[in-house]
């Protein structure tokens, strides 16, 4: 009976995690090709124009968060926000008012949603770049732990924080609920070790280098975690196959790729043509030139659809409506662009504020763009080694981005052509420009009549 009941549990076990050898390269061939094939298809007909729900594909690490809080939300009023979680989906999307979806879910979540009335928006960010911010930011918040004694207290603590009602913890967001304890036991361990050894401490100039401290950058790279989740992040995301993804096949997919690398092609052929879906794609290092993009291309259409629904007058009558909904209601791309400007100022003041604290924890390590002039080139190299597909993402990103910008520019020559538009689309604020011209031609004739008049005086004078 004990062995029936083995040979049982074997093949259940076979049936749900197959054996290496159903993951020949053959086999494999064969799965990501039709996946690829499936997933071609386009999804969207006018993908320059806004459909009823904008799902923002959040990236790690790519400033997504600014977005967030300081394009999406001045845009939208709370109660047409879908009900989200980072991990899960826990909301009806046909529910009514529904219009934002803002998570770190990949693009398999798009499955769930109504994809033609979809449509999607992302930030893509330099490979290298990416890899070392969520390797600081990983540590930054590990970092925020070690006012506790040790790692149990550490871990209650972070338990607390995930059971908390209303809050969302930084530890449930994927994919920092993977790294975050990770990097937290990391810290934990070196700092027991160095109280163990004791004085003197020498930890060298480096900080992305000082194992008495923290894992060095090097190390953390190669690890089997930033594999799984790190490198290739981007592409993987927008494809549909992280770790978080909704589709169990896209799990087999993800496997195939991870095992025979050659394949991760089809896998970038299939995130390209999902970016040329999408409504609107930024480069988090034209920061500038995103924004104010994305506030006449995307907040423009945002602006008009709300105002065309007139959910306003709706309210109104209803006597549910805030000052701050109406505010709302009468956003323009410019007035969008100044509020974004002032918000990006107080979040990135709270972020650097949070962020020295924390590393104070973890002095003399110290995170900085003159410290990443001590990484080597060796490392340099294996990051590019490693994050290829990603590498050659954010190419055709920054192609994409030529185009938007070409569209942008023919949309305001068939319109108007206003100072507002202007500055939407250029960044800049020409009414004012033209007062200083106006008032510098002003001074000029002013000087050039009182030239003239007393040169007029002198030659009488002379007479």
Not at 423 to 435: C, D, M, S
Not at 446 to 460: D, E, H, L, N, P
Request: charged share 25%; net charge positive.
């Amino acid at each position: 009976m004990d062995h029936a009941f083995l040979l049982l549990l074997l093949l259940l076990l076979a049936r749900v995690y197959p054996s290496s050898s159903a993951y020949d390269f053959e086999h494999c061939t064969n799965t990501v090709e039709q996946w690829a094939s499936s997933s071609l298809h386009s999804d969207s007909k006018e993908g320059q124009i806004l459909k009823d729900l904008l799902f923002f594909l959040h990236v790690p690490r790519t400033g997504g968060r600014t977005y967030f809080y300081c394009f999406l939300k001045k845009l939208y009023s709370s109660s047409l926000e879908c009900p989200r979680s980072y991990d899960k989906l826990h909301f009806d999307p046909r529910k009514r008012n529904c219009r934002l979806l803002a998570t770190h879910d990949d693009y398999s979540i798009m499955s769930k949603l109504p994809r033609e009335k979809t449509s999607v928006v992302t930030l893509l960010r330099s490979p290298i770049e990416r890899v070392f911010s969520a390797y600081e930011f990983s540590i930054e918040v590990a970092a925020r732990f070690l006012v506790h004694p040790n790692m149990t207290s550490a871990s209650r603590t972070s338990a607390h924080l995930r059971l908390k009602k209303g809050v969302i913890s930084t530890l449930e967001i994927w994919p920092w609920k993977y790294l975050v304890p990770w990097m937290m036991e990391e810290l934990f361990s070196r700092r027991d070790a160095r109280k163990i050894k004791g004085p003197p401490y020498t930890y060298g100039n480096d900080s992305y280098n000082m194992k008495e401290i923290v894992m060095p950058l090097h190390e953390f790279i190669n690890h089997p975690v930033a594999l799984d989740i790190i490198h290739n992040g981007a592409t993987f995301q927008v494809a549909g196959l992280t770790n978080n993804s909704n589709k169990w096949e896209a799990h087999e997919v993800r496997h195939c790729v991870m095992t025979h690398q050659t394949l991760g092609k089809h896998v970038l052929e299939v995130a390209k043509k999902r970016l040329d879906d999408m409504l609107y794609v930024g480069l988090t290092e034209d920061h500038k030139e995103s924004a104010t993009m994305f506030a006449n291309l995307v907040g423009s259409q945002v602006i008009s659809q709300l105002v065309a629904s007139n959910p306003v007058t709706e309210a109104v009558s209803k006597s549910r409506v805030t000052t701050r909904q109406l505010l709302k209601h009468r956003m323009t791309v410019g007035k969008l662009m100044e509020t974004y400007e002032t918000c990006v100022s107080k979040l990135r003041s709270t972020q650097s504020k949070r962020r020295i604290n924390s590393f104070k924890r973890i002095s003399p390590a110290n995170f900085t763009k003159e410290a990443r002039l001590h990484v080597s080139e060796a490392v340099l190299k294996k990051i590019t080694l490693l994050n290829s597909l990603d590498i050659e993402l954010y190419k055709h990103a920054q192609k994409i981005f030529v185009r938007q910008q070409k569209f942008m520019e023919q949309k305001l020559l068939d319109s108007d052509g206003t100072p507002e538009m202007w500055q939407a689309v250029h960044g800049k604020n020409y009414k004012w420009e033209i007062l200083y011209l106006v008032l510098f031609i002003l001074l000029l004739l002013f000087f050039i009549y009182f030239f003239v008049k007393a040169k007029t005086r002198i030659s009488k004078l002379k007479i």
